[in-house]
């Protein structure tokens, strides 16, 4: 059960798109088609951004898309905002009932 | 409303246990699971494990097997967690997370700081 591989930081300036990536195995990332990203802010509970790899909960903004391929997952966030600011985590279904996830990316906007 | 309202800060000496509870209100409890997350001061999420409500099955994360126990009540739509033989890295912001046992945690409660220090 070892964590999932994210950058720990990355930047883009307001309007600009940024990709973070998540590489696990083909025991977790690999081998199912659920992986999620969360976005958590300074002191605040982690929200939910994307879920199966690549589905919106209803009120998270278009510019936030999610893809595979292979053991490497990826979040994309398009036309940058200042709110964008914050930490992202991958997360991943792991088999067995077992979930693990990255060890989460800073997203700074310039 | 839905939401999931999580207990107070804790402050627990070493070997101690602590057990936090997670209350669901606004939605059917029995139809989703509660997953336990925890995040030590500056690090990341960490999955602790994972209870159906619906028939109480629990998977825990290896590193925890043994110390940690994770137990609903459905007349009151609670979940709890309780860590035993409490270390100073079990210092951490808990929180509870409705979702399947799939990672897609959609709901979360506002976390609950476990202070371990003798």
């Known amino acids: 059960q070892s964590a999932l591989t994210q950058p720990r930081s990355v930047s883009g300036s307001p309007g600009q798109s940024v990709t973070i990536s998540c590489t696990g195995t083909s025991s977790d990332v690999g081998g199912y088609n659920y992986v999620s990203w969360y976005q958590q802010h300074p002191g605040k509970a982690p929200k939910l951004m994307i879920y199966?790899?690549?589905k919106r909960p209803s009120g998270v903004p278009d510019r936030f898309s999610g893809s595979k391929s292979g053991n490497t997952a990826s979040l994309t966030i398009s036309g940058l905002q200042a709110e964008d600011e914050a930490d992202y985590y991958c997360?991943?279904?792991?088999?067995?009932?077992?979930?693990?996830f990255g060890g989460g990316t800073k997203l700074t906007v310039l | 409303q839905v939401q999931l309202v999580q207990s107070g800060a804790e402050v627990k000496k070493p070997g101690a246990s602590v057990k936090v509870s997670c209350k669901a209100s606004g939605y059917t409890f029995t139809s989703y699971g509660i997953s336990w997350v925890r995040q030590a001061p500056g690090q990341g999420l960490e999955w602790m494990g994972w209870i159906s409500a619906y028939n109480g099955n629990t998977n825990y994360a290896q590193k925890l097997q043994g110390r940690v126990t994770m137990t609903t009540d459905t007349s009151t739509s609670t979940a709890y967690m309780e860590l035993r033989s409490l270390r100073s890295d079990d210092t951490a912001v808990y929180y509870c997370?409705?979702?399947?046992?799939?990672?897609?945690?959609?709901?979360w409660g506002r976390g609950t700081l476990v202070t371990v220090s003798s």
């Open positions: 997370a409705r979702g399947t046992a799939m990672a897609d945690f959609d709901l």
């Open positions: 199966d790899v690549s």
């Open positions: 997360c991943s279904y792991a088999g067995s009932y077992i979930v693990v």
